[in-house]
Every structure is written in structure tokens, then in C-alpha cells.
């Protein structure tokens, strides 16, 4: 194994902290990218190879999420005392190549192989990006940097449906795949070559040698913080909504709204640049500034907030009367769910203690990426489905009521969270957990 008890970097400058940011956030979007680009294709890729909702919503969530949980936990474990930049590089190399090879698949069995191959390299993605991006700003300045690297994810998402939208559009889908895999590999490249690794808690002035923890004492510590286990389980239960709207969303408009490929994934795409992207930015601001007027309990309270609006503008936008109203109320549902996700991710690495940063990172995306995005998306089909032969088309519109419930359950568990954030931020900067 790897040891990085001795980094090239000890305080990590203003400059060389925005070049992380600026790295990082890159490689969050194409993550989102590559896992995200299928869901444009569902309708082609469900006519090419005669399959049901239900088989789509197993490859497409379920074949991801099963590999990226398995392995994502562990190889989080291992970068709380690796190389994270190694361990970063490899997995976006390798999840690059497979979105490529999905673009090559002869067979729905062999589509649902390159998308756990994408799982797999996805596992590296998490714990260590999160775990390097605490190490190069201090925690005040956390909310903002946490809510660009999820800015990037959204950038990701938008890429995802223009380049699914037209290149699937003028050349088909399995050139998608093959273009959207492109970047990844020199970006690996360049993050080998440039980015060094920070100081474990240096910003937190805790070096990681205080505080070693094995696996079970890590998980001990995380369980015992009761915001971390309310919030990893409010993450699951918004995560259904926010993955359903990923996966379905296209194929609710294409069967709703009679949209092509093209027009959907330009109007996702203008509104996801619009609406989620700013919604991150605004977010990490607002919540800075509703912490520091209020305490720590509002790093979740405010995505609490975020999440109930979700909820209610989501069922607002299946049963809206005209396509521009439905417009208005998803552009409304993708700002809501930008708004919660960097004050989340930044209250995770604060009531974590350093030595398990990466570690608390994972098991949070991934539990919420296996309950919303690998069951959630199966839920809904298998609903969908059922509901086919009594509604048509509009069976995918009461299926997806079942994520729009779990946004607003997410609200309330993470608003319930903020009564502990404040004690565990406290236990875990001591090493009392």
C-alpha cells in the first residue's frame, strides 16, 4: 500500500488550492458525464433491444450502483492513508474507457457489463476527491468549494444530454457512449503529473497521524454521529428523487410531450446550466452565510429547505396542464436539488473526524447512490410497468410520485440532522466520537 504520511504539500496555498478546485470539479463532471449519459439514450437503446422498464432501470441504476457500492466503501478506506490523487486517476481512466466500450456493447447483457465497469472505476471518485478537496480549504471556506465540485457534477449532467441529445440524434447512440469516454483518459494524465497531494487535516491543523483509526473503529465513530446517520439516510430517501429525475426525466418528456432526443436533451441541458448549476453556487452561499448567522445545525437545515421545495415543485411539474408550465416547474426542481448539495457534502467531512474523511464520503454517495439510483430507478420502472396496461404512457407520471414523497421524507430527516451537527463537528475535531 501506498503511504502519503509524507506529502509534497504541507499548507495548501490560495493558488494551488483553486488548482485542485478547478481539477477536481473537472473530473466531478465527467463522472456525472459518463454515469449520467445513458439516460437520454433509454428510449433508442429500449427499441434497439426490445427491453422493459424494469430491465432498463436494472442496467442503467442497479448495474452501476451495485459495483460503485461494493467497492467504492473500501477503496474509500484505503485512500484515508494513500495516494487519493493515484487512486482518483485510476478509477477516472478506467471509467472513461468503459462509457467507450458501452458505445461497442452487441447485446443488453453486455451493455449491463460496461456499465458496472463504469461502476467500478466510479468507486474512486468519492472518498478520495472529497478527502483531497477538505485538505486544500479550511472549513469555513468548505461550503462554497464543496458546492462548485457539485457545480461540476451538474456541468457533467449538462454534457451528458447535449452530447446524448445531438451526437446520439445525428450519428446514434452508441457514438454518445464512444465521445463522452474521450476526455477522461488524458485528464488522468494530467492529474497524475500536476496535483499534488495535500497534507491530511492540514487545514484543520490535525494531521492524520493524531488520529488513526482502523475500519470497524471508523465505521464505530461515524454510527455514533447521529447527524452523519441522519443525514446519509435523508440523502437516500431525497436520492430517489434526484436520481429519478436523471434516469426518467428524458423519458417523461419523450413520452408525455412527444420530444425527440435533440429537443430534450437542449432543454434539459439549458435548464440544468440555468437553474442547477447556479442553484450549487447559490447554495454554498447562502448556507455559509445561514451558518455563520446561526450555527452549525444550518448545514443541513438549509438543505432541509432545499429538499421540501423539490418535493412540491416535482409534483407540480408531472401533473402541470402544458409543456411550458412543466418548463417552469422542473426549472424550479433542478435549482431546489443544486441548492442542498454542497452544504451536504461539506456537513459530512465536518462531523467526520480526519482520519476517515474519505471513508464517511463514501458510504454517504454510496448508500444514497444504491437506495435512489440502483433501487429507486428499478422502483420506478417495476411501477411504471405495472401501471402500463390501466394509464399508457402516463404510467411513468404516477410512478415518479414515488421519489417526489422521498424528497420531501429527505427534508424532514435532514432539518431532524441539525439538532446534532454541532456536538458531532465538536466530537470529531477532538477525536471524542
Same mark, same amino acid.
Given at each position: 500500500?501506498?503511504?502519503?504520511? #509524507?506529502?509534497?504539500?504541507?499548507?495548501?496555498?490560495?493558488?494551488?488550492?483553486?488548482?485542485?478546485?478547478?481539477?477536481?470539479?473537472?473530473?466531478?463532471?465527467?463522472?456525472?458525464?459518463?454515469?449520467?449519459?445513458?439516460?437520454?439514450?433509454?428510449?433508442?437503446?429500449?427499441?434497439?433491444?426490445?427491453?422493459?422498464?424494469? @430491465?432498463?432501470?436494472?442496467?442503467?441504476?442497479?448495474?452501476?450502483?451495485?459495483?460503485?457500492?461494493?467497492? =467504492?466503501?473500501?477503496?474509500?478506506?484505503?485512500?484515508?492513508?494513500?495516494?487519493?490523487?493515484?487512486?482518483?486517476?485510476?478509477?477516472?481512466?478506467?471509467?472513461?474507457?468503459?462509457?467507450?466500450?458501452?458505445?461497442?456493447?452487441?447485446?443488453?447483457?453486455?451493455? &449491463?457489463?460496461?456499465?458496472?465497469?463504469?461502476?467500478?472505476?466510479?468507486?474512486?471518485?468519492?472518498?478520495?476527491?472529497?478527502?483531497?478537496?477538505?485538505?486544500?480549504?479550511?472549513?469555513?471556506?468548505?461550503?462554497?468549494?464543496?458546492?462548485?465540485?457539485? &457545480?461540476?457534477?451538474?456541468? =457533467?449532467?449538462?454534457?451528458?444530454?447535449?452530447?446524448?441529445?445531438?451526437?446520439?440524434?445525428?450519428? =446514434?447512440?452508441?457514438?454518445?457512449?464512444?465521445? &463522452?469516454?474521450?476526455?477522461? &483518459?488524458?485528464?488522468?494524465? *494530467?492529474?497524475?503529473? #500536476?496535483?499534488?497531494?495535500?497534507?491530511?487535516?492540514?487545514?484543520?491543523?490535525?494531521?492524520?497521524?493524531?488520529?488513526? *483509526?482502523?475500519?470497524?473503529?471508523?465505521?464505530?465513530?461515524?454510527?455514533?454521529?447521529?447527524?452523519?446517520?441522519?443525514? @446519509?439516510?435523508?440523502?437516500?430517501?431525497?436520492?430517489?428523487?434526484?436520481?429519478?429525475?436523471?434516469?426518467?426525466?428524458?423519458?417523461?418528456?419523450?413520452?408525455?410531450?412527444?420530444?425527440?432526443?435533440?429537443?430534450?436533451?437542449?432543454?434539459?441541458?439549458?435548464?440544468? #446550466?440555468?437553474?442547477? @448549476?447556479?442553484?450549487?453556487?447559490?447554495?454554498?452561499?447562502?448556507?455559509? *452565510?445561514?451558518?455563520?448567522?446561526?450555527?452549525?445545525?444550518?448545514? #443541513?437545515?438549509?438543505?432541509?429547505?432545499?429538499?421540501?421545495?423539490?418535493?412540491?415543485?416535482?409534483?407540480?411539474?408531472?401533473?402541470?396542464?402544458?409543456?411550458?408550465?412543466?418548463?417552469?416547474?422542473?426549472?424550479?426542481?433542478?435549482?431546489?436539488?443544486?441548492?442542498?448539495?454542497?452544504?451536504?457534502?461539506?456537513?459530512?467531512?465536518?462531523?467526520?473526524?480526519?482520519?476517515?474523511?474519505?471513508?464517511?464520503?463514501?458510504?454517504?454517495?454510496?448508500?444514497?447512490?444504491?437506495? =435512489?439510483?440502483?433501487?429507486?430507478?428499478?422502483? @420506478?420502472?417495476?411501477?411504471?410497468?405495472?401501471?402500463?396496461?390501466?394509464?399508457?404512457?402516463?404510467?411513468?407520471?404516477?410512478?415518479?410520485?414515488?421519489?417526489?414523497?422521498?424528497?420531501?421524507?429527505?427534508?424532514?430527516?435532514?432539518?431532524?440532522?441539525?439538532?446534532?451537527?454541532?456536538?458531532?463537528?465538536?466530537?470529531?475535531?477532538?477525536?471524542?466520537?
Amino acid at each position: 500500500m501506498m503511504s502519503d504520511t #509524507t506529502p509534497t504539500v504541507s499548507a495548501p496555498a490560495d493558488r494551488q488550492a483553486r488548482y485542485a478546485l478547478i481539477l477536481l470539479t473537472t473530473v466531478y463532471a465527467l463522472g456525472y458525464a459518463d454515469r449520467n449519459i445513458i439516460n437520454l439514450l433509454l428510449e433508442p437503446i429500449k427499441a434497439e433491444f426490445q427491453l422493459s422498464d424494469l @430491465v432498463l432501470g436494472m442496467i442503467t441504476g442497479l448495474g452501476f450502483t451495485a459495483f460503485q457500492v461494493v467497492l =467504492g466503501i473500501p477503496i474509500a478506506r484505503w485512500a484515508d492513508s494513500a495516494k487519493r490523487v493515484y487512486i482518483l486517476a485510476g478509477g477516472l481512466m478506467m471509467w472513461s474507457v468503459m462509457t467507450g466500450l458501452s458505445g461497442l456493447a452487441a447485446s443488453a447483457a453486455l451493455l &449491463a457489463v460496461t456499465r458496472m465497469g463504469v461502476g467500478v472505476g466510479e468507486a474512486c471518485l468519492t472518498g478520495p476527491s472529497h478527502s483531497l478537496l477538505s485538505d486544500f480549504y479550511a472549513p469555513e471556506r468548505r461550503p462554497r468549494a464543496f458546492s462548485i465540485m457539485a &457545480a461540476g457534477g451538474e456541468i =457533467g449532467i449538462i454534457a451528458a444530454l447535449l452530447i446524448g441529445g445531438w451526437v446520439s440524434h445525428a450519428y =446514434g447512440w452508441r457514438a454518445a457512449f464512444v465521445v &463522452a469516454g474521450m476526455p477522461g &483518459a488524458l485528464l488522468s494524465l *494530467l492529474l497524475v503529473a #500536476t496535483l499534488k497531494e495535500p497534507l491530511r487535516g492540514g487545514a484543520d491543523d490535525k494531521p492524520a497521524a493524531q488520529v488513526k *483509526l482502523s475500519f470497524a473503529e471508523a465505521f464505530g465513530v461515524l454510527w455514533r454521529q447521529k447527524s452523519f446517520v441522519l443525514t @446519509v439516510l435523508a440523502s437516500m430517501v431525497m436520492g430517489l428523487q434526484f436520481f429519478a429525475m436523471q434516469v426518467w426525466g428524458p423519458a417523461f418528456l419523450k413520452r408525455i410531450y412527444h420530444l425527440n432526443t435533440a429537443e430534450i436533451g437542449s432543454l434539459m441541458a439549458i435548464i440544468r #446550466t440555468v437553474l442547477a @448549476v447556479s442553484g450549487a453556487l447559490l447554495g454554498g452561499y447562502l448556507a455559509s *452565510l445561514m451558518v455563520a448567522r446561526r450555527g452549525p445545525s444550518w448545514f #443541513t437545515r438549509f438543505p432541509a429547505l432545499a429538499c421540501l421545495g423539490a418535493g412540491l415543485t416535482m409534483i407540480a411539474f408531472l401533473f402541470s396542464p402544458s409543456l411550458p408550465v412543466a418548463i417552469v416547474f422542473l426549472a424550479l426542481v433542478n435549482l431546489a436539488v443544486g441548492m442542498q448539495l454542497g452544504p451536504v457534502f461539506s456537513a459530512v467531512q465536518m462531523v467526520a473526524p480526519v482520519s476517515c474523511r474519505g471513508f464517511a464520503a463514501a458510504i454517504f454517495v454510496s448508500l444514497t447512490q444504491l437506495f =435512489g439510483l440502483g433501487i429507486g430507478s428499478v422502483i @420506478v420502472g417495476g411501477i411504471s410497468d405495472l401501471l402500463t396496461a390501466q394509464y399508457g404512457d402516463e404510467a411513468l407520471r404516477y410512478a415518479l410520485l414515488v421519489p417526489a414523497a422521498g424528497a420531501i421524507v429527505g427534508g424532514a430527516l435532514y432539518w431532524i440532522a441539525g439538532d446534532f451537527v454541532a456536538r458531532d463537528i465538536d466530537r470529531a475535531q477532538h477525536n471524542r466520537a
